[in-house]
T-cell receptor
């Protein structure tokens, strides 16, 4: 599976959009981009995934560049409860998910 | 559905003792995963099962660790003998299409974890 690169930390003001970038320049054609988050002391939680089209669900939006070398997770109106570590993972359908260090997002009042 | 259930939630034991962690996946899910999380190494995949069969155990640290899945609704992770460096939070996760249609191929649902402390 392709390696991903994320900034170690980011801050966001409450109520504003949080845009979390992820670089996956070596992603292959059959690898999806998955996003999970881990709130302190809890297990990771699935957020969203996509292959090449942009995706949106009740939690977030995922924007994938046309060349698929990078993506952005968007939390449209961040709340204090969105403070967590966010993981971007490039994965084909083999269930072998490897978490990196992720981005620690802090939402501030 | 109660989600993935893990027990115990906390375990404190002495070096050399046997430790057994338990996991009940979401009903109908056919894949089960064991992870370990520490500050130093982050979240590591130890082993995963598809349809109760171990597929990849390359993440298991050493022979002291073993995992079983005797049926679709139960799995154990055993450490024998335990060492202080095994202290970590151990997560179990499951994936697959549940009986209520919940889930997708790679959407893993994590349990609350077991915090293990080996003295």
């Amino acid at each position: 599976d392709a390696k991903t690169t994320q900034p170690p930390s980011m801050d966001c003001a409450e109520g504003r959009a949080a845009n979390l970038p992820c670089n996956h320049s070596t992603i292959s054609g059959n690898e999806y981009v998955y996003w999970y988050r881990q709130i302190h002391s809890q297990g990771p939680q699935y957020i969203i995934h996509g292959l090449k089209n942009n995706e949106t669900n009740e939690m977030a939006s995922l924007i994938i560049t046309e060349d698929r070398k990078s993506s952005t997770l968007i939390l449209p109106h961040a709340t204090l409860r969105d403070t967590a570590v966010y993981y971007c993972i490039a994965l084909n359908n083999n269930n072998d998910m490897r978490f990196g260090a992720g981005t620690r997002l802090t939402v501030k009042p | 559905d109660a989600g993935v259930i893990q027990s115990p939630r906390h375990e404190v034991t002495e070096m050399g003792q046997e430790v057994t962690l338990r996991c009940k996946p979401i009903s109908g899910h056919n894949s089960l995963f064991w992870y370990r999380q520490t500050m130093m190494r982050g979240l590591e995949l130890l082993i995963y099962f598809n349809n109760n069969v171990p597929i990849d155990d390359s993440g298991m640290p050493e022979d002291r660790f073993s995992a079983k899945m005797p049926n679709a609704s139960f799995s154990t992770l055993k450490i024998q003998p335990s060492e202080p460096r095994d202290s970590a939070v151990y997560f179990c996760a499951s994936s697959g299409y549940g009986t209520s249609g919940r889930g997708s191929y790679n959407e893993q649902f994590f349990g609350p974890g077991t915090r293990l402390t080996v003295l």
